[in-house]
Protein backbone atom coordinates (compact mmCIF):
# COMPACT_ATOMS: atom_id res chain seq x y z
CA UNK A 1 0.00 0.00 0.00
CA UNK A 2 1.56 3.38 -0.95
CA UNK A 3 -1.19 5.70 0.44
CA UNK A 4 -0.53 7.60 3.75
CA UNK A 5 0.24 5.66 7.33
CA UNK A 6 -0.44 6.60 10.79
CA UNK A 7 0.21 5.04 13.88
CA UNK A 8 -0.52 4.05 16.41
CA UNK A 9 -4.31 3.91 15.25
CA UNK A 10 -5.63 4.22 18.47
CA UNK A 11 -4.06 5.75 21.46
CA UNK A 12 -5.36 5.93 25.32
CA UNK A 13 -3.78 7.46 27.40
CA UNK A 14 -3.82 9.16 31.46
CA UNK A 15 -4.04 13.46 31.51
CA UNK A 16 -0.76 14.61 31.71
CA UNK A 17 1.10 11.62 29.56
CA UNK A 18 3.01 12.43 26.54
CA UNK A 19 2.31 10.97 23.63
CA UNK A 20 3.32 10.69 19.96
CA UNK A 21 2.41 10.03 16.57
CA UNK A 22 3.71 9.21 13.56
CA UNK A 23 3.18 9.41 9.80
CA UNK A 24 4.71 8.22 6.87
CA UNK A 25 3.78 10.12 3.66
CA UNK A 26 3.45 8.73 0.03
CA UNK A 27 6.89 8.96 -0.74
CA UNK A 28 7.29 11.70 -3.71
CA UNK A 29 5.30 13.65 -1.61
CA UNK A 30 6.84 16.89 -0.14
CA UNK A 31 4.30 18.45 1.28
CA UNK A 32 3.21 17.04 4.85
CA UNK A 33 0.10 17.93 6.92
CA UNK A 34 -1.55 17.44 9.91
CA UNK A 35 -5.25 17.96 11.29
CA UNK A 36 -7.38 17.69 14.30
CA UNK A 37 -10.84 16.71 14.02
CA UNK A 38 -13.29 16.35 16.98
CA UNK A 39 -17.04 14.42 16.59
CA UNK A 40 -19.37 15.96 14.51
CA UNK A 41 -16.64 18.68 12.69
CA UNK A 42 -14.42 18.99 9.86
CA UNK A 43 -10.37 18.70 10.59
CA UNK A 44 -8.43 21.49 11.81
CA UNK A 45 -5.58 22.57 10.10
CA UNK A 46 -2.94 22.59 13.10
CA UNK A 47 0.80 22.53 10.91
CA UNK A 48 2.65 22.10 7.61
CA UNK A 49 5.94 21.06 6.30
CA UNK A 50 7.84 21.36 2.91
CA UNK A 51 10.17 18.54 3.06
CA UNK A 52 11.93 19.76 6.76
CA UNK A 53 10.76 22.92 7.27
CA UNK A 54 7.83 24.07 9.30
CA UNK A 55 5.98 26.28 7.88
CA UNK A 56 3.39 27.50 9.11
CA UNK A 57 1.72 26.84 12.50
CA UNK A 58 -1.98 26.91 13.64
CA UNK A 59 -2.92 29.51 16.98
CA UNK A 60 -4.52 25.72 17.75
CA UNK A 61 -1.23 24.25 18.44
CA UNK A 62 -0.16 25.19 21.56
CA UNK A 63 3.46 24.82 23.26
CA UNK A 64 2.78 21.80 24.15
CA UNK A 65 2.56 20.27 20.89
CA UNK A 66 5.45 19.78 18.55
CA UNK A 67 5.85 18.42 15.26
CA UNK A 68 8.76 17.49 13.23
CA UNK A 69 10.01 15.95 10.03
CA UNK A 70 13.42 15.71 10.57
CA UNK A 71 14.32 14.23 7.60
CA UNK A 72 12.00 15.53 5.23
CA UNK A 73 9.42 11.78 5.05
CA UNK A 74 7.93 10.66 7.95
CA UNK A 75 6.86 13.28 10.49
CA UNK A 76 6.07 12.92 14.34
CA UNK A 77 3.51 14.66 16.39
CA UNK A 78 3.87 14.88 20.49
CA UNK A 79 1.72 16.03 23.08
CA UNK A 80 2.98 16.74 26.25
CA UNK A 81 1.38 16.68 29.47
CA UNK A 82 -2.00 15.41 27.66
CA UNK A 83 -5.80 16.83 28.71
CA UNK A 84 -8.82 15.59 27.78
CA UNK A 85 -9.39 18.36 25.64
CA UNK A 86 -6.57 16.89 23.33
CA UNK A 87 -9.18 13.70 22.51
CA UNK A 88 -9.90 13.62 19.33
CA UNK A 89 -8.54 12.16 15.76
CA UNK A 90 -5.56 13.21 14.68
CA UNK A 91 -4.97 13.06 10.38
CA UNK A 92 -1.73 13.24 8.56
CA UNK A 93 -2.31 14.49 5.12
CA UNK A 94 0.36 14.77 2.21
CA UNK A 95 0.65 16.68 -1.45
CA UNK A 96 3.00 17.23 -3.96
CA UNK A 97 4.38 20.99 -3.56
CA UNK A 98 2.08 22.42 -6.01
CA UNK A 99 -0.27 24.08 -4.10
CA UNK A 100 -3.41 23.42 -6.01
CA UNK A 101 -2.35 19.42 -5.61
CA UNK A 102 -4.61 17.03 -3.92
CA UNK A 103 -4.18 16.21 -0.52
CA UNK A 104 -4.08 12.45 0.91
CA UNK A 105 -5.03 11.98 4.20
CA UNK A 106 -3.98 8.70 6.09
CA UNK A 107 -6.30 7.40 8.50
CA UNK A 108 -5.86 8.82 11.70
CA UNK A 109 -4.78 8.14 15.31
CA UNK A 110 -7.56 8.37 17.45
CA UNK A 111 -6.51 9.46 20.66
CA UNK A 112 -8.54 9.52 23.90
CA UNK A 113 -7.22 11.24 26.97
CA UNK A 114 -8.82 9.91 30.60
CA UNK B 1 -13.76 29.67 12.69
CA UNK B 2 -13.93 27.27 9.37
CA UNK B 3 -14.24 28.74 6.15
CA UNK B 4 -16.35 26.48 4.66
CA UNK B 5 -20.04 25.64 5.48
CA UNK B 6 -21.85 22.47 4.64
CA UNK B 7 -25.63 22.70 4.03
CA UNK B 8 -27.47 21.03 5.02
CA UNK B 9 -25.64 19.44 7.91
CA UNK B 10 -27.91 15.76 7.27
CA UNK B 11 -29.45 14.79 4.55
CA UNK B 12 -31.40 11.03 4.48
CA UNK B 13 -32.56 9.61 0.94
CA UNK B 14 -33.49 6.31 -0.35
CA UNK B 15 -31.14 4.34 -2.16
CA UNK B 16 -31.60 5.60 -6.23
CA UNK B 17 -31.97 9.40 -6.12
CA UNK B 18 -29.92 12.15 -5.76
CA UNK B 19 -28.34 13.76 -3.32
CA UNK B 20 -27.31 17.41 -3.51
CA UNK B 21 -24.83 18.99 -0.87
CA UNK B 22 -23.75 22.69 -1.03
CA UNK B 23 -20.91 24.35 0.02
CA UNK B 24 -20.17 28.19 0.95
CA UNK B 25 -16.99 29.32 1.42
CA UNK B 26 -15.85 33.37 2.92
CA UNK B 27 -12.35 34.57 1.24
CA UNK B 28 -11.06 33.56 -2.43
CA UNK B 29 -9.80 30.37 -2.99
CA UNK B 30 -7.31 29.11 -5.62
CA UNK B 31 -8.92 25.54 -5.70
CA UNK B 32 -12.22 23.54 -3.70
CA UNK B 33 -12.44 19.87 -2.72
CA UNK B 34 -14.73 17.47 -1.63
CA UNK B 35 -13.88 15.05 0.37
CA UNK B 36 -15.80 11.35 2.31
CA UNK B 37 -15.29 10.67 5.25
CA UNK B 38 -16.58 6.94 6.51
CA UNK B 39 -17.59 6.88 10.64
CA UNK B 40 -14.32 6.88 12.44
CA UNK B 41 -12.16 6.50 9.36
CA UNK B 42 -9.64 8.61 7.47
CA UNK B 43 -11.21 11.16 4.37
CA UNK B 44 -11.29 10.09 0.81
CA UNK B 45 -10.45 12.54 -1.97
CA UNK B 46 -13.34 12.89 -4.05
CA UNK B 47 -13.09 15.76 -6.37
CA UNK B 48 -10.56 18.81 -6.89
CA UNK B 49 -11.78 22.13 -8.64
CA UNK B 50 -10.20 24.94 -9.11
CA UNK B 51 -10.75 28.42 -9.13
CA UNK B 52 -11.29 28.67 -12.79
CA UNK B 53 -13.27 25.67 -13.34
CA UNK B 54 -17.55 25.61 -13.15
CA UNK B 55 -18.20 22.12 -13.93
CA UNK B 56 -16.65 18.52 -12.82
CA UNK B 57 -17.67 14.83 -13.57
CA UNK B 58 -16.34 11.85 -11.82
CA UNK B 59 -18.26 8.73 -12.04
CA UNK B 60 -21.54 9.33 -10.38
CA UNK B 61 -20.05 12.75 -8.99
CA UNK B 62 -21.14 16.21 -10.20
CA UNK B 63 -19.48 19.40 -8.97
CA UNK B 64 -19.65 22.77 -9.55
CA UNK B 65 -17.85 25.82 -8.56
CA UNK B 66 -19.49 29.40 -8.55
CA UNK B 67 -16.72 32.09 -7.36
CA UNK B 68 -19.02 35.58 -7.65
CA UNK B 69 -21.33 33.74 -4.60
CA UNK B 70 -18.33 31.85 -3.25
CA UNK B 71 -20.53 28.54 -3.41
CA UNK B 72 -20.15 24.61 -4.46
CA UNK B 73 -22.21 21.69 -4.71
CA UNK B 74 -21.46 18.20 -4.87
CA UNK B 75 -24.08 15.71 -6.24
CA UNK B 76 -24.44 12.33 -6.09
CA UNK B 77 -26.64 10.58 -8.65
CA UNK B 78 -28.09 6.89 -8.47
CA UNK B 79 -27.17 6.97 -4.86
CA UNK B 80 -26.28 3.87 -3.24
CA UNK B 81 -26.44 2.41 0.77
CA UNK B 82 -22.48 2.34 0.26
CA UNK B 83 -22.52 6.02 -0.33
CA UNK B 84 -23.84 6.62 3.34
CA UNK B 85 -20.89 8.68 4.89
CA UNK B 86 -19.68 12.18 6.33
CA UNK B 87 -19.13 14.97 3.01
CA UNK B 88 -16.66 17.73 3.36
CA UNK B 89 -15.93 20.43 1.28
CA UNK B 90 -12.48 21.97 1.66
CA UNK B 91 -10.88 25.50 0.38
CA UNK B 92 -7.58 26.17 -0.24
CA UNK B 93 -6.66 29.51 -0.15
CA UNK B 94 -2.12 29.24 -0.79
CA UNK B 95 -0.03 27.75 0.47
CA UNK B 96 -1.70 24.54 0.00
CA UNK B 97 -3.55 24.09 3.80
CA UNK B 98 -6.82 23.34 3.51
CA UNK B 99 -10.16 25.08 5.50
CA UNK B 100 -12.93 22.20 6.11
CA UNK B 101 -16.18 22.96 6.75
CA UNK B 102 -18.19 20.97 9.16
CA UNK B 103 -19.66 18.92 6.72
CA UNK B 104 -22.81 17.13 5.55
CA UNK B 105 -24.12 13.68 7.10
CA UNK B 106 -25.80 11.61 4.23
CA UNK B 107 -27.81 8.58 5.00
CA UNK B 108 -28.97 6.62 2.04
CA UNK B 109 -31.45 4.02 3.05
CA UNK B 110 -31.83 0.60 0.99
Known amino acids: DTGVSQDPRHKITKRGQNVTFRCDPISEHNRLYWYRQTLGQGPEFLTYFQNEAQLEKSRLLSDRFSAERPKGSFSTLEIQRTEQGDSAMYLC????????????FGPGTRLTVL | SQQGEEDPQALSIQEGENATMNCSYKTSINNLQWYRQNSGRGLVHLILIRSNEREKHSGRLRVTLDTSKKSSSLLITASRAADTASYFC??????????FGDGTTLTVKP
Open chain 2, 90 to 99: ATDAGAGKST
Open chain 1, 93 to 104: ASSLTISTDTQY
